[in-house]
């Protein structure tokens, strides 16, 4: 079975600044890998995904995360943040054959602070 | 663009009393899913549905039970409740084994 560990719960910055969303996996076969956000008193929404190919995978909103297989890893990153990024991040992880289920991550709360 | 529509965003509810949580998708999708969420457990998988009339338990099954007549619609059913079902109830679809989910609004239920 696989699983998902976010290594922090909360992670506050500074308007402008950088952050890394950290995520780890562990899975004997190959996987499909999310990141989802979560705004106040909404569900979540997708944010982006790796299927395969390039490693590196962007969102439209500034966020990219990159799959690294040999450190299992699926860290999300953004170069600058803002407030309106403040909300909860999961990553989450599904087998190519386990019929449709994904695994969840316990989430990260980013804070983006003035 | 998918639209996952939950039947309420929130629910008071007396112990023992019985719910029906239901969730319609548009798209087609054969894959639909329920969750509960709580502080610092993440989400976790309550039951699972991949076609019409089939079901499978998720990790938390127990307590409730599902139904899944037509392809657009999944319920979710807590026959008698409990106030450790307290929780935010999510439910989801997915077009492909695997694939991302589509999530709707959620529902906020409070048993008393």
């Known amino acids: 079975a696989q699983s998902v560990t976010q290594l922090d719960s909360q992670v506050p910055v500074f308007e402008e600044a950088p952050v890394e969303l950290r995520c780890n996996y562990s899975?004997?076969?190959?996987?499909?890998l999310f990141w989802y956000v979560q705004y106040p008193n909404q569900g979540l929404q997708l944010l982006l995904k790796?299927?395969?190919?390039?490693?590196l995978v962007e969102s439209i909103n500034g966020f990219e995360a990159e799959f690294n297989k040999s450190q299992t890893s699926f860290h999300l990153r953004k170069p600058s943040v803002h407030i309106s990024d403040t909300a909860e991040y999961f990553c989450?992880?599904?087998?190519?054959?386990?019929?449709?289920?994904?695994?969840f991550g316990d989430g990260t709360t980013l804070t983006v602070k003035p | 663009d998918v639209k996952v529509t939950q039947s309420s965003r929130y629910l008071v509810k007396r112990t023992g009393e019985k719910v029906f949580l239901e969730c319609v998708q548009d798209m087609d999708h054969e894959n639909m899913f329920w969750y509960r969420q709580d502080p610092g457990l993440g989400l976790r998988l309550i039951y699972f549905s991949y076609d019409v009339k089939m079901k499978e338990k998720g990790d938390i099954p127990e307590g409730y039970s599902v139904s899944r007549e037509k392809k657009e619609r999944f319920s979710l059913i807590l026959e008698s409740t409990s106030t450790n079902q307290t929780s935010m109830y999510l439910c989801?679809?997915?077009?492909?084994?695997?694939?991302?989910?589509?999530f709707g609004p959620g529902t906020r239920l409070t048993v008393t």
């Open positions: 989801a679809s997915s077009l492909l084994a695997g694939y991302e989910q589509y």
């Open positions: 899975s004997s076969v190959s996987v499909y």
């Open positions: 790796y299927l395969s190919g390039s490693t």
């Open positions: 989450a992880v599904s087998l190519y054959t386990n019929a449709g289920k994904s695994t």
